[in-house]
């Protein structure tokens, strides 16, 4: 299967790293990004080819990872449309666009997909969403996003309360790792030992609620002592309600990804003649 990851920032960078860590030889993957010299430092960092050209690098690939801003989806694939293989496999990556979108700006028989992941796929630990127009076999894509965490099919409705909790949930932990971290230091902590032991326990928490069938709600009450120190800290958060505006932000992180859609309105589609032909890559193309 040779991959395309078009637009690679942050997240594209995390599903890149995650698909090398995997295994996935780097001849099977061809990327884009902006400008030259970021993809110049990622081609020397990962050995894979890394151009600015959208469209030769999704020539003969079979998935092509969109991974550009949504605002920049439409423009991404107007480029490469007229070089799509018939039976490939587009996927955006962005949020709040949707299938029909997609769709309507490649040609008939390429596969459209939606995925949201986050940036754990760096580590191969990524919560992945698919969705796709009913009857679309998904085993392929899943099979790949597989590689770099776990993932799930769900209906597309779904999809901006998803971008909610796991595309953007990362960033949840992330501030609340700053702000223990902070706190420890702040208490005359080692700057390195706080990072230590906050990352560490963080990790932990989460294995331990990950090998558990139980509500976290549950396992917060077994370690929670009456009068104790876990109890005086959940008194605080509790006063500050702090579990409604976690509600509050995720809710907003789902209205923003509605928001998307409209906010960027649709390109207007305008095909010229089939371009010339495009040279073609001067590579085998590997077994699907």
């Not at 990524?126 to 769900?154: K, M, N, Q, S, Y």
């Not at 006063?239 to 928001?259: C, E, F, M, Y």
């Not at 095909?271 to 590579?283: F, G, N, T, W």
Request: glycine share 8%; proline share 7%.
């Amino acid at each position: 299967m040779d991959i395309a990851i078009l637009g690679v920032g942050s997240l594209g960078e995390a599903v890149l790293i995650g698909l090398l860590e995997s295994g996935m030889p780097p001849a099977q993957i061809w990327a884009t990004a902006q400008p030259a010299e970021r993809a110049a430092v990622l081609a020397d960092a990962y050995g894979i080819e890394v151009g600015t050209d959208n469209a030769s690098a999704a020539t003969e690939a079979d998935v092509v990872l969109v991974a550009v801003r949504p605002g920049a989806v439409e423009g991404v694939l107007d480029e490469i449309a007229p070089v799509l293989e018939g039976d490939a496999v587009v996927v955006s990556l962005a949020a709040g666009v949707p299938l029909r979108r997609i769709a309507a700006r490649l040609p008939e028989g390429v596969t459209t997909v939606r995925a949201m992941t986050n940036v754990a796929a760096r580590a191969r630990e990524a919560a992945t969403a698919l969705t796709a127009p009913d009857g679309t076999d998904l085993t392929e894509i899943e099979d790949l996003f597989d590689r770099v965490g776990v993932t799930v099919t769900v209906e597309e409705p779904m999809m901006d309360l998803i971008t909610a909790v796991g595309g953007s949930g990362p960033a949840f932990l992330f501030y609340l790792a700053d702000a223990m971290t902070t706190a420890a230091v702040d208490g005359g902590m080692d700057p390195h030992a706080a990072r230590v032991m906050v990352d560490q326990m963080l990790l932990g928490a989460c294995l331990h609620l990950q090998s558990s069938d139980r509500p976290a709600a549950e396992i917060l009450d077994d370690i929670t002592t009456p009068g104790g120190t876990t109890a005086a800290a959940l008194d605080v958060l509790n006063a500050a309600a702090v579990d409604d505006t976690v509600k509050r932000a995720v809710g907003a992180a789902a209205r923003r990804g509605r928001d998307l859609a409209r906010l960027t309105p649709p390109l207007a589609r305008v095909r010229a003649a089939a371009p010339s032909p495009r040279p073609r890559r001067p590579r085998r193309r590997s077994p699907r």
